[in-house]
Structure formats: structure tokens, C-alpha cells
């Protein structure tokens, strides 16, 4: 925990007072968060209620109880001691303020013994096998920007846990199997094409699925094509195989584009005939049943009434996707033996996990509770010039054009620097306006995606992320002032200094907030704040031309401050920038 021994000293002076172990008060003891203008040093504080808790089990006290309880603890620590500068109550904490030259020498002082560790959780807990399944687009269809949430969100959560020394194992399971196919094979040989792209393939699925809907002759034709493929045609087959390395190696380009890497690629295909052994073996054991319309269930009522079931397989015998989902839930349990997999799938598929989870349970498989659905809500006004379906390509692409635009308009401001590869610091800032203003929200939160906000390099954009870690790394290159870790940091006595200590002090509670709730939005809103205190720092705290000793000491804070920075940028998935 970041500034360990301050917590000590408080968790000591707390004891002292009431009678409580100090390890029973250390978990109560954390850093206040500080308002901007508020003109404090290092502030640590103890919950009133909880410590009440603790010392009176079962009192419940109103808040005029809790002020004179808060109180009469204040007023036993007689001797603060040389740390402490004051104590302040209300009725929700007891709030311990540190002298600021030791705040700031113990914060730095961590940092320097931490290195890149700094800020990273420590548990004594085993670490935990995790696997995380996300993007997960349909071959034969461009990359949508509906893909886009479940592939930011994916990633950032493999990051995360990466961070926490879990061991990760992140998975594309593209959707390349099912009756979509069928669809788009029959639409392809109605339209008798041979030679296609992504992009074409899908202006023939959209065809093909409208003359589906309303020709039921072309639907059975597609139904035909699918029992076919699940049958082991060859012909088809090929086809499908030629289409499937196409999708892939598309994917693959706009990934790299976006910074994503998998550890696993899969795809459903994977399990079309585990998904087959599976129903059978189910028919067997009688848990599977057949309906009226000659369907595969299986009954998930409390009461055996049916009155919710799930579909394994069609009248036909085709396996359906929930299917495939069971078979390989399955596979990989035996495979990795997780202690939690997640799905990262928007919040309009709860029903199909609802039902998937609750199935192997029923099927007995006692570890169906590791199973977890991240859902997400959806992204609204994402449009580019080029029309209303959106493909993620067009979007990195506007971004970029945008970025290119804005960096060439301002050439003479010296926002930018004139020495750097403008296609890719564009792109780069592009795809990290896409990132962040995603993670601004609550994941389960629809948004409406706006690009003259997401694009600007002043407010809580992820252009200012990039810009703040840039002007950072400038400064660090070009002050002429050599790092030094031993710094006298008792020179570091502005307020706007102590501020962004304070700032840097909270890295860890963010790590661990985000890992805890699985929000982005912890880590992007503790950046937005340390990159403000960073702004307002650098108009105060020069470097280049002050005396060497403070020049050092000011180096080493926006050193500090660049790193994690980084730090929290590399979690979210973007890459810093060290100039634009």
C-alpha cells in the first residue's frame, strides 16, 4: 500500500487513543480525496462509522452521535507526534493531516524504491487463472464498431489483470460457424461470385439475409448448405476455410491498428462436433428432452414445468450457438482449470449467458459459478462521411484524418512538434480519442460518441492523456537537468507540488477500484485529474534555468508523475507518446 508507514503512524495514534489493535485500524486508514483548489498537504483519514464499528459492534449512531464520537477519538491523541500536522472531524471521517516536506518525501522515496511496481496492488492471495473472451467478430463481416466496446474493454481487463500478476489467457472466439453462413454461401452462389473481400462478402450476406427473410425457398437452401458443412462437405468447406483466412487477416490488421493482441485465437467452428458428442451425451443421460417441434431442450425450471428452457439442437440436428458456447466452456475448463472466465459481450446477450451458466450447472458442472458475463452497454452517433453502417477501419481512419488536420493547423502554436512522423502520431492519437472516450462511462452506460469532443486536446480527452505524457517526456529532454533520485525533495514545498504528491499517492487505490468493480473509468478519471495537476504544476515549478538542487527535485517529480502516467495509460491500452 502506497506510503505505508504513514498509514502506521496514523493506525499507531488511532490505537493509542481507543484501544484497538492496529491491524484492525490500518484497513480502516486511507488517502482523502482532494479537492483542486483545496490547499492541503497529505491527508490520510480513518471512516467514523466503520471504527465505531469495530470498537462498538451492533451501535448504530446518528450523525450528531458520530461528530461528538469523532471528537472524543481527536481529542485522545494528545501527542500527534512529528508527522501529523493537524486533525480535523466531521461525521463521516477523522482526517489526519501530514507534514507536507514528509508527505512528500515519503511518496517519492516509494516511488523510487518501487520503481515501475509502484501502484500495484499487493495481496498475499494465490494468483488466479483467468480467462477473457472478447471482441469475437463474425468472419464474412467487416469489423463493426459494435465490436469496438467488447474489444477496448477486453483488453483493458487483460491488461489489468496482466498488471495484478494474474495469469491471463485472452480469447477471439470468432463467430464462423452456424446458418449465417449458410446464408451467405447461398447468396454467393445465387450471385455466382467467386472472387471477394470482406467488405464485398458482406453486401452479399445483407442481400442474402433479406432475400431469407421473405423467400423461403433460399432460407431451406441455407439451412441445406449449413447441415452440408456440419456433415463434412468438402466443397463447402473450402469455401468456408477461404473465407474464414480472409475475415482473419483483415481482423488482424485493424487489431494492430488498435493495439490488441490475443493469446488464443478460436472460433465455434472449433467445436461443431464436440457441441454433437455433447447432445448426444445429454440425450443419453435423459436431461436432454425432445419438444413438440422436434427440437433438443433442456428444461431449466425449478418446478419442471418449462416454463424456461434452452434449445441444443434444431429439428434437424444442427447445433445451435449455445451449443458450441457449452462445448467449449467445457474444453477450456479442462484445458486451464480457470478461477474465472469472462465474456465481454454487450448486455443484450444476458439471456443467452443467463441461460449458458445456468445450463452447465445443470448438466453438473459445479464450477459454472467461475463463469462470468461482463456486459456493456452500446455506442450511439459513431458515423463517419462514408454512411450509416460504421466499419472500425472508417472510424480509426477519420480519427486519424482528423488528428492529421488538427496537428498541421497548429504547427505555429508549438503544440506540436515539427520533428515527428505525423501518420503515425495521428494515428495514434486517434485511436486513443476512440479508447478514452469509451472508458469515460460506466461500462453498462450507453454513450453517444462525439468527435469534436473526443478529438480536443484540452479537456478529458485521450488527446490531453497524450499531450500531458509528451510535454512530460519533453521536459525530462529537454531541461538540460540530469535525473537525480536522490533529490532533496524537502525543497518541493509549493502547493501545487504537495497537490500532485498527494495525486500520485491514490495510483494504487485507482488500480485496485478498477480491478475490483471491472470499470475503466476509475483509472481514466484519476489520469483526467493527474494530468490537470500536472498542467497547473508546470506553470509554477520551472526547471530549466533554476538552481540545480530544486531543478532536481522538480525533475524527479514530473519524472514520477510521467511514469505513472504511463502506467495507467499502457492498463487502458494506449501507447504514450513521447512526442507529437
Known amino acids: 500500500m502506497a506510503t505505508k508507514k504513514l498509514r502506521e503512524i496514523v493506525a499507531k495514534q488511532v490505537s493509542m487513543a481507543i484501544g484497538l489493535t492496529e491491524e484492525q485500524i490500518l484497513p480502516l486508514i486511507n488517502f482523502s480525496q482532494l479537492m483542486l483548489n483545496k490547499r492541503c498537504g497529505g491527508e ?34 494528545t501527542h500527534p507526534g512529528k508527522y ?8 463521516t471521517h477523522i482526517s489526519f493531516k501530514i507534514k507536507p516536506s514528509r508527505f512528500v518525501e515519503y511518496v517519492l522515496g516509494e516511488i523510487n524504491s518501487a520503481g515501475q511496481q509502484y501502484g500495484i496492488p499487493r495481496s498475499n492471495e494465490p494468483k488466479k487463472k483467468v480467462i477473457i473472451e472478447y471482441s469475437s467478430p463474425n468472419i464474412a463481416k467487416p469489423f463493426h464498431a459494435g465490436h469496438l466496446r467488447s474489444t477496448v474493454i477486453g483488453q483493458f481487463l487483460t491488461n489489468l489483470h496482466k498488471l495484478l500478476g494474474h495469469q491471463v489467457t485472452s480469447i477471439n472466439y470468432l463467430g464462423d460457424w452456424g446458418t449465417q453462413f449458410g446464408i451467405l454461401a447461398a447468396g454467393l452462389k445465387k450471385q455466382n461470385q467467386t472472387v471477394f473481400s470482406t467488405r464485398s462478402l458482406f453486401d452479399v450476406y445483407v442481400a442474402a439475409n433479406s432475400e431469407a427473410e421473405v423467400n423461403a425457398q433460399f432460407k431451406i437452401k441455407a439451412r441445406e448448405i449449413f447441415r452440408k458443412m456440419e456433415d463434412g462437405d468438402e466443397e463447402i468447406l473450402s469455401l468456408w476455410r477461404e473465407i474464414r483466412d480472409q475475415s482473419v487477416s483483415d481482423y488482424s490488421h485493424t487489431y494492430k491498428r488498435l493495439g490488441i493482441k490475443f493469446d488464443e485465437y478460436s472460433g465455434e467452428s472449433k467445436y461443431r462436433q464436440s457441441a454433437q458428442d455433447l447432445t448426444n451425451q445429454l440425450k443419453e443421460t435423459n436431461i436432454l428432452q425432445k419438444a413438440i417441434n422436434g427440437t433438443d431442450i433442456i428444461d431449466l425450471s425449478p418446478d419442471g414445468s418449462m416454463s424456461k428452457f434452452v434449445t441444443l439442437a434444431r429439428s434437424d440436428g444442427t447445433s445451435l450457438y449455445i451449443t458450441r458456447d457449452l462445448a467449449a466452456a467445457i474444453e477450456r475448463f479442462k484445458r486451464y482449470e480457470f478461477d474465472n472466465m469472462y465474456y465481454v459481450v454487450d448486455k443484450s446477450q444476458a439471456d443467452h449467458f443467463s441461460g449458458l451458466f445456468q445450463t452447465l450447472s ?20 459513431m458515423s463517419t462521411r462514408k454512411g450509416n453502417v460504421v466499419f472500425l477501419e472508417d472510424i480509426i481512419e477519420e480519427a486519424k484524418l482528423h488528428m492529421l488536420q488538427n496537428m498541421r493547423a497548429s504547427k505555429n502554436t ?13 494515428e495514434t492519437l486517434g485511436v486513443s480519442a476512440i479508447i478514452v472516450q469509451d472508458f469515460k462511462f460506466k461500462l453498462t452506460s450507453d454513450y453517444r460518441f462525439e468527435w469534436d469532443r473526443a478529438l480536443q486536446d484540452n479537456g478529458n480527452t485521450g488527446v490531453f492523456l497524450q499531450y500531458t505524457h509528451a510535454r512530460l517526456s519533453s521536459i525530462c529532454r529537454k531541461s538540460g537537468v540530469s535525473l537525480n533520485l536522490d533529490a532533496d525533495t524537502n525543497l518541493l514545498l509549493e502547493e501545487e507540488a504537495i497537490q500532485l504528491v498527494h495525486h500520485l499517492a491514490l495510483f494504487e487505490g485507482a488500480i485496485q477500484t478498477a480491478y475490483t468493480e471491472k470499470e475503466a473509468c476509475r483509472i481514466v478519471n484519476y489520469l483526467f485529474k ?33 511514469d505513472i502516467l504511463s502506467t495507467g495509460m499502457k492498463v487502458l491500452g494506449l501507447k504514450p507518446l513521447n512526442k507529437m
Open 84 to 91: 501529523i500536522e493537524n486533525i480535523a472531524i466531521d461525521s
Open 44 to 77: 490520510l483519514s480513518v471512516s467514523v462509522k466503520s471504527l465505531n464499528h469495530i470498537q462498538n459492534p451492533g451501535q448504530v449512531l446518528s450523525d450528531s452521535e458520530l461528530i461528538k464520537y469523532a471528537g472524543k477519538v481527536a481529542a485522545k491523541i
Open 362 to 381: 445443470k448438466i453438473g458442472h459445479d464450477w459454472s459459478d467461475r463463469c462470468h458475463h461482463l456486459s456493456f452497454g452500446r455506442v450511439l452517433g
Open 530 to 562: 493527474l494530468c490537470r495537476l500536472i498542467s497547473i504544476a508546470y506553470k509554477v515549478l520551472r526547471v530549466e534555468g533554476t538552481p540545480t538542487d530544486l531543478a532536481e527535485a522538480r525533475l524527479l517529480l514530473f519524472n514520477h508523475s510521467q
Open 414 to 426: 508549438k503544440k506540436f512538434e515539427s520533428e515527428v512522423d505525423e501518420e503515425h502520431v495521428a
